[in-house]
């Protein structure tokens, strides 16, 4: 076992702005990407009064979830979206990967051709299954099988998100990927998705209406068709929409946090329904 600390300790609540039980563990090593970073885990409110264990849904860019005062860009307040969703009986632990800055579009991008190339998302993944997981399902209550363990992402973090549920069959059975950057490899992400075995799951999509600028763009409308291509390729598979598939498009969502933010109380009230 690592030492988890309470995450406001030390911290003023104020500026923080943190909700229900988070806490962090410093400098986790990565064997896989020689690397080290705090890893940083939220715990649902019935944690510490009963002997249950919980679905885990792992994020990345996990600065980005839950706290503005350590965001680069917004936060998706997944700790006050998973405090209300426990009054609903919905509950779960979140565990927050953060990236790692400069070594983001690479450890998130899984292919070594296309827009980017060299990437590292392989080894990413292999750290997340070979090294967090393990880590988490030993320190807390977790189900650790495939059905009750997601991946959750958007932007490239949606991107490595797909990758792994469909790369990782065995480990992942949810897998949210918002605004997915399938532009990084359109063929491949394609051929991850056409080759891999079906397996029962829950699988949320989504796209907005206003990802690029402008929303009139060729651009834009290319991305937003896209998208709609993989959920009709994912549909293929055998996810079965409204019942194992959720496929949003929110007109007016913008490629940022608050739109992912305000998507996610329903994608996890999907997944974890």
Known sequence: MVNWYPYL??????THGVEGDVRITHQVYSPQLENTRDLYIYLPPSYHY????YPVLYFQDGQNAFDHAISYAGEWHADRTMQALAAEGREAILVFVPNMGEQRIREYNPFQSGAFEGGRGEDYLHFLVDTVKPLIDTDFRTLPDRLHTGIVGSSMGGLI???GFFRR?????????MSPSLWVNYNAVGETIQNAPYSWGRIYLDIGGHELTPRSSKRNHAYVDSVRQFRDMIAQKGFVEGQTLRFIEDETGGHNEMAWGHRLPDAIRFLIG
Do not use: N, Q
């Not at 069959?169 to 990927?177: E, N, Q, R, T, V």
């Open 9 to 14: 300790e030390g911290k003023d609540p104020h």
């Open 50 to 53: 009963s002997s249950i264990a």
């Open 161 to 163: 998100s797909l990758y």
């Open 169 to 177: 069959p065995d480990i992942f059975g949810l897998l949210c990927a």
